[in-house]
């Protein structure tokens, strides 16, 4: 997922297929929580009867996965008519494209969702100008909002793009408890020479999406109703080898920021073989135990 453009771009896109699947095992389960919470399967849209869905900063596109496979395991109240997926990543976008042709080729119990995906780049501060007359009754954004420089323009963006009554649900980290409890042990013993790197949420362009209390304000402000923000605690099902490989990711993105150069190219390959070493030295069978805590926040257009 990269932020949208301007001076203060984070670039944490996976540099491959392998690395965004694992990225996803991370992400999914969060996704698949607010889509519970937001009562998604029980929504009747008046006269209208149908879903009108955006999956915004949508990344590799998992929450729509989680999305279908609700949708085809208990068939929802009103039919899902329009479902659009965006993101101002390219890549990110290329590889839902190939996803939603996987799956409608495959003609499994989702095939009939992915086939009327609309895929397009998208600024999440200005979606209307992707869909200047289409209004959705649900927007949902996976971990995205944090990435905006504007996340309080994303928020009216959001609002103005939403029909009344529409549904907005926003997952966010509370915290990247893996940080500290791997990363940072796992480069002092086995990267020790390297310098200490600062925690990433130091990185994202918008800041308070930590703070659930500032979560619910921020949404209040852009105009929301009947706003429930919560925690929500997992510990992702995942090879540790996947894992390590996905943490990596972000922890170069965080030493190419605060290293020099030549100390970046110095230590940066050895970041992913030394959180491999940590885990396998730290936890049963290499499995991290801990547990993730994200943010989930709904929020309602009056």
Request: aromatic share 12%; net charge negative.
């Amino acid at each position: 997922m990269a932020s949208q453009n301007s001076s203060q771009v984070v670039n944490t896109a996976a540099p491959n297929e392998r690395v965004l699947l694992a990225n996803e095992r991370v992400t999914g389960p969060a996704a698949a929580e607010l889509i519970l919470r937001s009562g998604i399967q029980t929504y009747e849209a008046g006269d209208y009867w149908s879903i009108h869905l955006l999956d915004n900063a949508t990344g590799g596109g998992i929450l729509l996965e989680k999305v279908f496979d609700l949708a085809a395991e208990k068939p929802f109240a009103s039919p899902l008519k329009v479902i659009a997926a965006g993101d101002i990543n390219e890549e990110m976008l290329d590889f839902v494209r190939r996803k939603r042709d996987t799956a409608v080729q495959s003609l499994g119990p989702t095939a009939q969702y992915w086939k009327v995906v609309d895929v397009r780049k998208v600024d999440q501060t200005f979606l209307q100008s992707e869909f200047p007359q289409v209004y959705f009754t649900h927007i949902f954004n996976n971990f995205g909002i944090f990435f905006s420089p504007d996340s309080d323009a994303a928020l009216d963006s959001t609002y103005q793009t939403l029909t009344q009554g529409g549904v907005a649900g926003f997952t966010t980290w509370k915290s990247i408890a893996w940080w500290h409890s791997i990363a940072e042990p796992a480069l002092a013993n086995y990267i020790p020479e390297a310098p200490t790197l600062q925690t990433p949420d130091k990185l994202f362009p918008s800041r308070g999406w930590s703070d659930p209390e500032a979560v619910k304000a921020m949404l209040e402000k852009a105009g929301f109703c009947e706003v429930d923000v919560t925690e929500f605690g997992f510990t992702p099902e995942i090879e540790p080898e996947d894992f390590t490989e996905a943490m990596a990711v972000l922890v170069q993105v965080v030493a190419k920021k605060g290293w020099s150069e030549q100390v970046f190219e110095r230590y940066a390959d050895q970041i992913g073989p030394a959180l491999l070493k940590y885990m396998q030295a730290s936890f049963p069978n290499g499995r991290w135990d801990g547990k993730m805590t994200a943010i989930l926040a709904i929020g309602r257009k009056v």
